[in-house]
């Protein structure tokens, strides 16, 4: 298949200060040989490193001093001949080293392209594609074993073995059905799709079960500080995003970067909200009054509800409870170096089963506790980061979603002793549908959108 050769600057992962430049397509090799110097990089042995200069062909005008990596097909990622060129010089330099290419035959690769040819070209599975979509996204060691683990193909790998289930199932209602004479096999049959059905939705469940904490590694959990003026609240966050833990991310995706701020609490990444400016102006959380917390609460996921030990609980405090209710709350009492005149039946009684938290921010007493009990909320005790395949994509959700309906229509067409031929359009659907996780049967259009999302140079 003629592939047009396209290029792109391809950053990788972890390895911020080396930029490189990658081609990939029949043209690779001729393209780099073309502004190369030092020696015909088309004869050389696949997978080596050249050191060389890029030289501007017209004019020999020297563009770069560089390292070649030379990857011919089919043992590359795309599957095509590839060429990195490692640039030690910087954004400047390595844009240079782009336009030269680009001027000599590539073109810019879009967005995710990269990852759409190693897919077209089946090196890699449509979840696999994606996975190296949210790799490239993640914000923590957490989120980012998770990613590499739905890379190494487990995620597809289960995800193949229910559609092994499903379709031995499938063949066996077939048999009964050009057989129908067998009543025992029929009860048989009735049996045996009840107990592949139910194991099914047993994994699929629990696949979606993953996917919430898939979602918060994926994108931080959205925390809000809330509280009465004076509480603690620029307190804690200074003691949560002390320095060392501090992770300053930028977003793509909106039409300006965002900053946001990042913390890693035990493997758990914390979203601050709206938190912008308040390291700069201290007392900026002081203004936040309820009002602005009532706001701060639609986009969390977390509330932090700081109170101070030191005075009774307010009919203020009790409408901070109020508008939290529906969502996981953690409660601080804070300054519990100071006499403490807040009652804590009250405060038990009013948190409703939330964990309650004693600290002294001054003193950096209950911190510990703190993070805990934040680790616990989301983790349960019960993830293992160590052997669980995550589900932490939107459209793997929706599949799962529609998999797990179509499977409990067979179940009752089951329980109800309907034709055999009805429970197996319910089940072949939730085998189309598990298809469409590892990318079989996808429309043209699908795969355009997906791939679209990606950084370029992917
Ligand atoms: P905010 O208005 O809720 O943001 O509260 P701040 O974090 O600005 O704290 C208000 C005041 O309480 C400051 O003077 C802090 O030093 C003080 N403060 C915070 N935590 C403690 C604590 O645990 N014990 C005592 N004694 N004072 C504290
Ligand atoms: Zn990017």
Not at 187 to 198: D, G, S, V
Request: proline letters at 2%.
């Amino acid at each position: 298949m003629e592939q047009d050769t396209i290029a792109a600057i391809s950053t990788p992962l972890g390895e911020g200060a080396i930029a490189i430049v990658r081609l990939s397509g029949d043209e690779a090799l001729e393209i780099a040989n073309h502004v190369f110097s030092h020696k015909n990089l088309t004869d050389v042995t696949s997978h080596t490193i050249h050191y060389g200069t890029l030289v501007e062909p017209e004019t020999a005008d020297k563009v770069e001093e560089v390292m070649v990596s030379v990857m011919k097909a089919p043992k590359t990622f795309t599957r095509e001949d590839i060429v990195e060129i490692n640039c030690h010089g910087g954004m400047v330099s390595v844009n240079r080293v782009l336009q030269l290419v680009l001027r000599h035959g590539a073109r810019l690769a879009e967005p995710g392209e990269f990852t759409k040819r190693a897919f077209l070209n089946g090196r890699i599975d449509l979840s696999q594609a994606e996975a190296v979509m949210d790799l490239i996204r993640s914000k923590t060691d957490r989120a980012m074993s998770l990613a590499l683990k739905q890379m190494d193909g487990r995620l597809s790998q289960l995800i193949r073995d229910l559609r092994q289930q499903l379709i031995e199932t499938v063949a066996h209602v077939e048999v009964n059905i050009d057989y129908p004479e067998y009543d025992d096999v029929e009860e048989m049959t009735n049996e045996l799709l009840k107990q592949r059905a139910q194991y099914v939705k047993g994994e699929v469940q629990s696949l979606l079960r993953t996917a919430k904490q898939g979602k918060i590694l994926r994108e931080g959990i959205g925390t809000a500080i809330i509280g009465k003026p004076n509480v603690g609240k620029s307190s804690l966050m200074n003691i949560l995003a002390h320095d060392d833990k501090a992770i300053v991310t930028e977003i793509p995706g909106t039409t300006r970067d965002v900053i946001e701020e990042y913390v890693n609490v035990r493997g758990v990444p914390l979203r601050l909200i709206d938190t912008a400016g308040i390291r700069e102006t201290e007392d900026i959380v002081e203004k936040i009054g309820v009002e602005r917390s009532r706001q701060a609460l639609q986009d969390a996921d977390l509330i932090l509800l700081v109170l101070n030990g030191n005075e009774p609980l307010t009919e203020e405090d009790r409408a901070l409870f109020e508008a939290a209710r529906d969502l996981d709350v953690i409660v601080i009492v804070n300054k519990t170096d100071l006499e403490q005149q807040i009652n804590m039946d009250d405060v038990n009684e009013v948190a409703q089963g939330a964990p309650v938290i004693t600290t002294s921010l001054i003193e950096e007493q209950g911190i510990d506790e703190l993070e805990q009990a934040i680790a616990d909320t989301f983790f349960d005790g019960e993830v293992d980061q160590g052997d669980l395949t995550y589900v932490s994509n939107v459209r793997h959700i929706q599949l799962l979603e529609q998999a797990q309906d179509a499977l409990n229509d067979a179940l009752e067409s089951l329980e109800m002793d309907m034709p055999l031929d009805l429970v197996q359009i319910d089940i072949t659907r939730t085998w189309e549908l598990l298809g469409e996780i590892i990318g079989e049967d996808v429309s043209d259009s699908l795969i355009d959108q997906l791939f679209s999302q990606f950084c370029l140079g992917k």
